[in-house]
C-alpha cells in the first residue's frame, strides 16, 4: 500500500515540476507560486489574499485543491474562529487529499485548542502519525497524550507520555512530569516521585513537580518529608494556587505527629483561604482545638466535619456530644449523640454515642419522647456484653421514674420477665403516676383503675402506695361514692406519718366523707385530728373545718358546740366568714334568741354586702322577726329579697310567707298580689301549689270565691284547684316503685302517670325522673326532652339538675345559643355555689365556641372571682380567657394567664401554653427568651406528646432565625426520628424544615 502511495506521490510532484516552469513567467500561476511562499515562510495572511486570488482565476484543478488546503491550514494558524470549520469543509470537498492525515491532525489541534477533548480525540484518531511531518509527529503525540488524559484514559495517556518521554526532545520533560503526575493520581508515590526527581527546577514543570513531590511524600505517610517539602514550597511559590493545599498539608501532618497546637496556626490559614475545606481535616482541626482548651472553636469544626451519612460525620457527632459535655451543654450534647447513634458505620462509636445519649436523656430529664428507655432497652439488646450493662441496669429502673410518659414506662416494664425489686418499686409508683394524670384531666374512673392497680403491686414503694389511696379515695370523693372514699382515706390516714405532706388533709377529708354520710360524731373527731395536724393555721380548709364541725354539733343538736365553732371560723379567716356568721345567727334563732339572730344577721349583711348567704340572710331575719311578732319588719324584709333577688330559690318561698303576712295584717290585695306572683313566677313547684291553696282561703275571707275559680282555671296547663286523690295516690305509687330500684317498672308508672295526668300535680317530678331513667339507659335526646319540660316548668325542686343536663347536651350537640341561654340562668339562678360553677363555665364555654371573645374573656374573670374553684376548672378557665384575649390582640394579659397554666405541663392546658409562650416569643423574634421556654418545657415533661413536638418545632426555627443551621436541623431530625404521633400537620412541618 505505501508503494502505491508513493508512485501517486511521484506522479503528483512530476506535475508540479513541470507546472513551475512556468509559473514565474504566467498569470495565474505566479500568484499560486507567490502564496506558497509566503505560507512555507509563516506569513499565513498574505498567503490566503494570494492563494484567494490565484483560485479564483485557475482552472488547474490539482494546484486548486492545494491552494485550498493551503488556506485553510492558514486559518488554523491564524487562530481563526471558526478554522475548524474551514478545515473540515476542506475534507468534505477533497476526502482524498494526500494532506487529509495533516488537516485531521490540526482538525483536532484546533478542538485541542478549544478543550474540547471528545472532539479532538475524535480527529486526532482519524490521523495517522506515521504520515505527518517529522515536526508534527512530535506534538500530535503530546496532543493526543494530553487529550486522554483530559478524558480520563489514564492508561493510554500514560503509554503516550512514556513514548515522549523515551523519544522525543521537544516533550521528553513533559512526558516524563505527566507519567510522574499519573503515577501520582493513581496513588504510585514512589513512582511519582522519581519522575519528578530531574524535574525540581525546571522553568516550566518546577512548581507543579515541587507541589506534587509534598503531596506524594504526604500520602506515603512520610510525614517528616511532608512537613519539610510543604515549607520549602510555600517559602519558594508563596503565591501559588497550591498553597492553600500546602497549609492542609502542614497542618494534617502536624496533627497527625501528636503536634495538634502546631496544627493549629497551618489548619487556619487552611481555612480562611478555602470555601470548600475538606471535612476529615475540619474534623483534625476540631479535635486539635479540644486539646488547645478551644471548645467552642471545636464544636464549629466538628460541626464542618458532620455532612452526609458515613463514619466520618457518626465520629465527628460524637466529638460534638462529647465537647458539648464539657461546656455543660448537654442538652445540644444529647443532640448530637443521638445523631451519631443512627448509623452504624462504626459499631464501636455507636455503642459510645447510644450509650450517651441514653445516659443523658436520663440525667437531663431531656428524654422528651420517653426515648430513653427505648434507648436503654435497645442499647441492652444490641450490646449485650458491653462494658456499660451493669450501669444501664441500674439506671432503667431510675429512667422509668423521670419520663413524664408514663404509659411508655409502664409498657417496658410489662416487657421484664422477671423484674427485681427496684423495677417493682418504679412500677408500683408509674402506675401511680398515671392515675395522678388521669385525676389531672378529670377521667376519674381512669384514675381510680390505676390507683387501685399501683395498690395491688404490693408493698414495695410505701408512699406511693399510701398515696394511691389518698388520691383514689380523693377520685371516689369526686365521684360521690363517699363510702369508698372514706375506706381509702382510712387506710390512707393509718399508715402515713406526719411528715407526709397529706398527712393532716387525709384527716379533713376523712371527715367530709363521714359528713357526707351523716356520721357527724365520727366527722367531728376527724376534723378534729386535721385541726391538730394541720400546720398552716391560714388555710382555707383550717376554717372551713372549723366550720362543718359546726354543722357536725348542729345536726346533732347540740347547739352550743356549734355556735362555739362557727365562732372559731369567722375569728381564724375574717374574710370567708359569712358562712359561719349565717350559722351561728341560725343557731341562735334555734336557741329562741330572735334578736340575737336578727342582730347577727344584720351584721352579716353589713360586713359581707355581696355573701351568697345574703338572701339567705333576709329570709332568716324574716323568721326571726315573725317570732318576736314584727311582722310589719318582716313585711320589709321580705320584700327586699324577693325584689332584689327573684331568682334566688328562697324567692318563692318568701313569696309565700309575704302573702300569710299580708293575710294576718288583714291587707287581703296585697297578699293575693304576693301569692300570684310566686305562682307566675314558679309554676308547677310545690311553692306554687301552696300559694294556690292559701289564695283560696284569701279569697274566702273577701267572700269572692268565683274570682278565686277564674283566676285558677285560667292559669297554664290547667292547675287545678286541688290535687285530685287519684292523682296524688297515682304518681305516690310511681315513685314508690322508682325508689325500689325497679327501674323499668318505675318508667312505665310515671309513663302510665302522665298519660292519665298529662297536668297533674306531679308533672314535673314525672318528667325529672323519666329523664334521670332515660340517661341511665344512654338515651341522651329522651332524657333532654322530659329535663326540658323540668326547666319549662320552673320548679325549683329540680331546676339546677334539669339545667345542668339539658345546657350539656344542647352544647354538645352545637346548639350553642340554646346552649349559652340555659348556662346563663343557671348561672344566674343555682340554689348552690357549685351549681352555679358549672353554669358559669358553661358559659364560658359557649361564648369561646361562638367566637365572642370578650364575652368570653369577662365570663372567664367572674368564674376566676370564685375563691373554691377546683384546680381543674381553674385551668380551664385561664385557658378560654387567654384564647380569647389572644384573638382580641390582649397578647400581654393573655400570657400572664398562659404563665400561670405552663406551671403544671401535666394537664393538656398547661402543655399548650408551653407551647403558645415560646411561640409567642418567637413571634416577637424574642429568640432567647423562646429558646428558654421550650427548654424549661422540655425540663418539666409532659403526657402530651403532641404539643412538646410542636415547641420543638419553635425552638428549631428560633436557631434558624439566630442562624444556627446546625442545631436547627438536629433538633427536626430528633423529633423525625423519635416522635410516636402522627398527626400530618406535625409531619408535614417536619418534612418542610428538612427539605
Known amino acids: 500500500m505505501k508503494k502505491t502511495i508513493f508512485l501517486l506521490l511521484f506522479a503528483v510532484a512530476t506535475h508540479l515540476a513541470m507546472a513551475q516552469r512556468t509559473v514565474y513567467h504566467h498569470q495565474p500561476e505566479k500568484l499560486f507560486n507567490q502564496g506558497k511562499e509566503m505560507f512555507l515562510e509563516g506569513n499565513y495572511t498574505g498567503a490566503q489574499d494570494l492563494l484567494s486570488q490565484y483560485v479564483a482565476e485557475s482552472n488547474d484543478r490539482f494546484l486548486t485543491e492545494e491552494a485550498r488546503y493551503m488556506m485553510a491550514v492558514s486559518s488554523f494558524h491564524k487562530g481563526v474562529k471558526n478554522s475548524g470549520d474551514v478545515m473540515k469543509a476542506f475534507l468534505d470537498e477533497y476526502p482524498e487529499s494526500i494532506h487529509h492525515h495533516q488537516v485531521k491532525f490540526l482538525i483536532g489541534s484546533y478542538h485541542f485548542d478549544e478543550k474540547d477533548w471528545k472532539l479532538a480525540k475524535f480527529w486526532f484518531d482519524q490521523a495517522d502519525l506515521d504520515y505527518l511531518k517529522p515536526s508534527d509527529q512530535e506534538d500530535f503525540s503530546f496532543r493526543n497524550a494530553y487529550t486522554n488524559l483530559q478524558l480520563g484514559n489514564k492508561d493510554e495517556a500514560y503509554r503516550l507520555f512514556g513514548l515522549l518521554s523515551q523519544n522525543s526532545r521537544k516533550y521528553r520533560d513533559a512526558g516524563d512530569f505527566y507519567t510522574g503526575y499519573i503515577d501520582y493520581t493513581n496513588g504510585n508515590y514512589d513512582a511519582a516521585l522519581r519522575r519528578f526527581e530531574g524535574l525540581r527546577n525546571h522553568p516550566e514543570f518546577g512548581e507543579q513537580v515541587a507541589f506534587y513531590s509534598a503531596q506524594s511524600t504526604f500520602f506515603n505517610n512520610r510525614l517528616d518529608e511532608a512537613i519539610r517539602l510543604a515549607e520549602s514550597f510555600l517559602n519558594t511559590y508563596p503565591r501559588s494556587e497550591h498553597a492553600t493545599e500546602m497549609y492542609r498539608v502542614l497542618g494534617n501532618s502536624h496533627y497527625r505527629q501528636g503536634r495538634a497546637t502546631s496544627a493549629i496556626p497551618y489548619y487556619e490559614n487552611y481555612f480562611s483561604k478555602t470555601n470548600n475545606p475538606l471535612r476529615g481535616d475540619a474534623y483534625f482541626l476540631g479535635l486539635s482545638y479540644v486539646e488547645a482548651g478551644k471548645l467552642n472553636e471545636a464544636v464549629q469544626m466538628f460541626q464542618r466535619a458532620a455532612g452526609e451519612r458515613d463514619a466520618l460525620n457518626q465520629n465527628a457527632q460524637l466529638q460534638i456530644g462529647q465537647t458539648y459535655l464539657k461546656l455543660n451543654q448537654k442538652q445540644q450534647a444529647q443532640m448530637a449523640f443521638e445523631a451519631a447513634s443512627r448509623d452504624n458505620f462504626d459499631p464501636q462509636v455507636r455503642e459510645t454515642a447510644m450509650f450517651n445519649y441514653a445516659l443523658l436523656a436520663h440525667e437531663t430529664n431531656f428524654s422528651v419522647f420517653s426515648e430513653s428507655i427505648t434507648l436503654f432497652e435497645n442499647f441492652l439488646k444490641e450490646f449485650p456484653n458491653s462494658q456499660y450493662t451493669d450501669q444501664v441496669n441500674d439506671i432503667l429502673a431510675e429512667t422509668f421514674l423521670t419520663t413524664k410518659d408514663y404509659n411508655a414506662a409502664l409498657a417496658a416494664i410489662n416487657r421484664i420477665s422477671r423484674p427485681g425489686r427496684r423495677i417493682l418499686e418504679a412500677k408500683q409508683m408509674v402506675l401511680f403516676q398515671l392515675g395522678a394524670q388521669e385525676f389531672i384531666n378529670g377521667n376519674m374512673n381512669a384514675a381510680i383503675q390505676h390507683f387501685g392497680n399501683s395498690i395491688s403491686v404490693g408493698n414495695y414503694d410505701a408512699k406511693a402506695r399510701n398515696n394511691a389511696y389518698y388520691w383514689r379515695g380523693e377520685a371516689y370523693y369526686r ?163 324577693v325584689s332584689n333577688y327573684p331568682n334566688s330559690g328562697l324567692s318563692s318561698q318568701a313569696g309565700v310567707q309575704l302573702g300569710q303576712l299580708y293575710y294576718n295584717a288583714g291587707n287581703f290585695q296585697q297578699s293575693i298580689a304576693a301569692y300570684k306572683n310566686v305562682i307566675s313566677k314558679f309554676p308547677g313547684s310545690d311553692d306554687a301549689k301552696t300559694a294556690l291553696v292559701s289564695l283560696e282561703t284569701v279569697y274566702s275571707e273577701l267572700n269572692d270565691i268565683q274570682s278565686y275559680v277564674n283566676y285558677a282555671n285560667s292559669l297554664p296547663g290547667g292547675m287545678r284547684i286541688t290535687v285530685s286523690r287519684q292523682d296524688s295516690l297515682t304518681y305516690l305509687a310511681a315513685e314508690s316503685v322508682y325508689m325500689r330500684g325497679s327501674k323499668a317498672e318505675a318508667e312505665t308508672a310515671m309513663q302510665r302517670y302522665l298519660q292519665s295526668y298529662p297536668n297533674g300535680a306531679y308533672n314535673t317530678d314525672a318528667n325529672y325522673y323519666l329523664g334521670v331513667l332515660a340517661d341511665g339507659k344512654g338515651n341522651k335526646q329522651q332524657a333532654a326532652a322530659h329535663f326540658r319540660r323540668v326547666v319549662d316548668a320552673n320548679s325549683a325542686k329540680y331546676l339546677d339538675d334539669a339545667l345542668i343536663y339539658v345546657s350539656a347536651i344542647e352544647y354538645n350537640n352545637g346548639n350553642l345559643n340554646q346552649a349559652l341561654a340555659d348556662y346563663s340562668r343557671l348561672a344566674n339562678s343555682a340554689r348552690n355555689q357549685s351549681n352555679q360553677q358549672v353554669g358559669q363555665l358553661g358559659v364560658v364555654r359557649t361564648q369561646y365556641r361562638l367566637n365572642s371573645f370578650h364575652e368570653a374573656s369577662r365570663a372567664a374573670t367572674t368564674l376566676l372571682a370564685n375563691t373554691n374553684l377546683s384546680p381543674e376548672v381553674t385551668a380551664e378557665a385561664r385557658y378560654l380567657r387567654g384564647k380569647s384575649l389572644q384573638q382580641v390582640n390582649e397578647t400581654d394579659k393573655a400570657m400572664e394567664d398562659f404563665q400561670s397554666l405552663a406551671q403544671d405541663t401535666r394537664s393538656v392546658y398547661g402543655a399548650e401554653a408551653q407551647f403558645i409562650l415560646a411561640d409567642t416569643y418567637y413571634r416577637w423574634k424574642s429568640y432567647d427568651r423562646a429558646e428558654s421556654q421550650v427548654k424549661s418545657f422540655m425540663q418539666k415533661g409532659t403526657p402530651h406528646q403532641y404539643w412538646l413536638a410542636r415547641a420543638l418545632i419553635v425552638l428549631s426555627d428560633t436557631y434558624k432565625a439566630k442562624g444556627d443551621d446546625f442545631q436547627a436541623r438536629q433538633y427536626i431530625e430528633s423529633l423525625k426520628n423519635n416522635y410516636k404521633g402522627t398527626e400530618t400537620d406535625i409531619q408535614q412541618m417536619i418534612n418542610e424544615r428538612l427539605n
Open 479 to 641: 365521684m360521690a361514692n363517699y363510702a369508698n372514699a372514706a375506706t381509702d382515706f382510712q387506710a390512707f390516714t393509718q399508715n402515713a406519718t406526719v411528715a407526709d405532706e397529706n398527712y393532716a388533709m387525709g384527716w379533713y377529708n376523712l371527715g367530709y366523707t363521714r359528713f357526707k354520710q351523716n356520721q357527724y360524731s365520727s366527722a367531728v373527731t376527724d376534723f378534729q385530728r386535721y385541726i391538730s395536724a394541720e400546720t398552716n393555721k391560714n388555710k382555707a380548709e383550717y376554717a372551713d373545718a372549723h366550720n362543718r364541725i359546726g354543722d357536725s354539733y348542729y345536726y346533732n343538736r347540740n347547739f352550743a358546740e356549734a355556735e362555739r365553732f362557727y365562732n372559731s371560723a369567722a375569728t381564724i379567716n375574717p374574710s370567708a366568714a359569712d358562712y359561719a356568721a349565717y350559722q351561728r345567727a341560725f343557731v341562735m334563732g334555734l336557741q329562741r334568741n330572735y334578736q340575737g339572730k336578727v342582730n347577727a344577721l344584720d351584721d352579716l349583711m353589713r360586713r359581707y354586702p355581696n355573701s351568697q348567704y345574703f338572701d339567705d340572710a333576709l329570709y332568716e331575719k324574716s323568721r326571726a322577726l315573725v317570732m318576736m311578732n314584727r311582722d310589719s319588719e318582716a313585711i320589709n324584709v321580705l320584700q327586699q329579697l
